[in-house]
């Protein structure tokens, strides 16, 4: 989709270092992942987004090798590796739980992968202690895990990844089990690490605030095929369907029913089901007259007035304060419930009335399948 | 999520390492329990005797039950067995009771918590350590018509008025074996059942107590249901290996008639009787038996859980 | 506090009193019994009166009982090193892969351990005489195999599932092979389990009777349950019962030692193998 600038350029551009082709993984008769077309750049953070069962931890291990294909292929740097080993494909992996080697120290943790992979014992020591060093660990080498909070563990786990010098790393939902405070601190060590190591990087979360700041580029996934890739944000302002619309951004956007009206060369009337209608700017021959569409609209860009002026009107039900910004609840009818607009300044109390306006260049408009309907000028 | 099996090339190698795993296992388990177990079996169809098994020659279900001349022969056909058969059941459904009641009330007594409750429990565990041949000696000798304590002791409190022969009076024979397989075994359906009771939810107790419901009642609706699966399964262990009992009783009362078990009875027809091919017949009924309750138990078993 | 409170407790104790002494009465008995000699043995005594040791002493030297201690000893450490190395294997492939006819095998293990021993007696005694291995404590080890893996088998499998999958995928990652992950990973995570099981085994072989009593000729290749069985005296019905008394204390207390110190570790390792099951 042409128009938005990626917001970082990877490193080597046109250099994929992870190819899958028709990806397929079914268990018996259940399809987890169905017809998966991707492409991980070189040097690209890239992150698997979804809600819980959509396929994203099973993609994830079929890179890793931990589960095989049904059907396609996966390439890396160019080779199929469908059959090939874990250990073999020059990955590593950091898991949710951490899976250290409980009876083993710091140090013995790191050194596993290295000793089986006959390294010498100079060779290994060195790497180890680098990754400890660039992780901050050094301090905690002859310690067991058990002896280590949750962050460090953390840390462990992904110099073990380290050490081995992978091509790609690969994390599952590594920060879940983390509270808060310590997410966002390991989110700036990730994007830090990332610039340090210059290294491809797979990441699976269902968080989408780290998948908003942490990705080169996401990929969002929905009961088992690929809704949307692209930038960060270039998926946020331009969702391709109602889920990716859906899935990205908290208040979720507002989803409201309507028919295509009058089709006209400044644009599209569409006529909303709650009343009142909005002029879209769609492409030529997007839509005709009679269409059922959904029109979508973010919280943040409803420009919500006081008084009645209009265009549309609205009561206030309920109103969320947050501190730097505030949420209305209007009684408008989404598909969801009630429309959900996200204000700077509270324009009226509960059981006011106030004004809202939908600015057109705003407004998302999908088709009867949930498709987007393109834009004028795309 | 949960997912079910993979049938891809990484699997199939895992599968294969595997049986690798399993083989020397299984080599060996053939060797001790299989081929024994068949060869039993097949022994049972033959006339084979201790001194000369070599010799062995098929004779059909003989051993079994046959007529000869008008009379009945076979193991299915000796009153022995069957007094065997009695006796056998006699022992496991009494000891299994008696067993799984006094377990019962010491776990309930170790499950409250006491001041040298460890100790309790340990000095609990002491009968089960101990090694059958020992139980059997020890208890033997307090059995010990002349000079035994227990008679001793019940002549003091005046429950008998004269010593009784417990290893030597064919109607107390089954007594003094069943006391010794309760003492020995009973620490281990209490700790089973300890166990079990350990694993309720203490939130039942803590909302009957609030309740101010009786303790026995809350013993019979809220305790019992709740530990009866566990229960089962340790009184169907129990009792599979009670059926199989034979190092208690050879040693206490040896192969008394009155007394004797089937594994006993399968013991003397093979060894001091010399004749494998008839011992082996029993044996094998044995094992038969055994085994229909097992796959019984494992049946019902499954059903129960399927209904649930 | 209440009177119907304080009843409630003396009663109480009362049971507790009850139960320890039930438990621990005959073994004192036996220790009071094999500290007397000669005619102190036709008295009957609630607490000691006799302190000798003749009993003890005459027991090694009448009886070829050390023997018996030797036997039983190497047959029962024997059968518990092959089992668990076997077993645990084993339960590597039945507990952490899946394939087809697992369940199957898992069952047939287990009804395995249900086998009457003398089902197997005569068949056993073939394969043993077969191997030339009658009174030899090899053929013992052998013939103990058969309910010793099971068992081992069955409760090593119960613990390995209990490991956390992500470790074995971690290891995996690292580029084990499932012997590396067993021996390395895994093993040093089952040393409670493996304690566990071995005790427990130990304790099954060391009890054995009818294949010790069956598989052996003479005195000197007996193992202890057969040597205590088998003592008898100068005359039919005179059995010694001093010097079986003191057999009995000399091969109880090591176990009971054994018992006290690991506990806890057998009542999990019972509970596992039963209730689990």
Redesign the interface.
Known sequence: MAGTQAQRQPEAQNDTAISLRAIGKY??K?R?LESIDLEVKRGEFCVFVGP??CGK??LLRLI???????AGDLSIDGERM??V????RG???V???Y?????MTVYQNLE??LR??KMEKAEADQRIRAAAKMLQIDHLLERLPKDLSGGQRQRVAIG?AIT?KPRIFLFDEPLSNLDAALRVTMRAELSRLHKQLQATMVYVTHDQVEAMTLADRIVILNAGHVEQVGPPLEVYRRPRTIFAAGFLGSPKMNFLKGEVGQVATEGVRVDLASGGGIIAPLAAGAAKTGDKVTVGIRPEHIRVTPGRAGPFTATVQLVEDLGDHSILHLDRETIDGRMLAKVADVPAGEDGVVSFDLPPDECHVFDGSGVVLPRRGQ | MKEPRDTSWLTTSRVRSAWIFLVPMLVVLALVAAWPLLRTIWLSFTDANLLQMDDAKFIGAENFLSKDGGKWTGVLSDPQWWRAVKNTLYFTFLTVTIETVLGFGIALVLNRSFPGRGLVRAAVLVPWAIPTIVSAKMWSWMQNDQFGILNHMMLGLHIIDKPLAWTADPDLLMSAVVMVDVWKTTPFMALLILAALQMLPKECYEAAQVDGIHPIKVFWKVTLPLVRPALMVAIIFRALDAIRIFDLIYVLTGSREENMTMSIYARQQLIEFQNVGYGSAASALLFFIVALLTVLYVVIGRVKLGDK | MKPGAIIRRVLFYLMVAIIVVYAIFPFYYAIISSLKSGTGLFKINYFPVEWKFDNYVSVFREYSFGYNILNSVVVSFTVVAISLFLGLTAAYALGRIQFRGRGALLLTILGVSMFPQVAVLSGMFQLIRTLGLYNNVLGLILSYMIFTLPFTVWVLTTFIRELPKELEEAAIMDGASPWIILRRVFMPLMWPAMVTTGLLAFIAAWNEFLFALTFTLNNQKRTVPVGIGLMSGASQHELPWGNIMAASVIVTLPLIVLVLIFQRRIVSGLTAGAVKG
């Open positions: 268990f018996g259940t987890v819980s069962g931890s099973t890793a090798g931990l589960e095989s294909a049904s469908n059959d080993a874990p250990a073999k990955i590593a992996m898991f949710q739980s899976a250290l080697y409980p009876h596993f992968g089986l992979a073990r081995r």
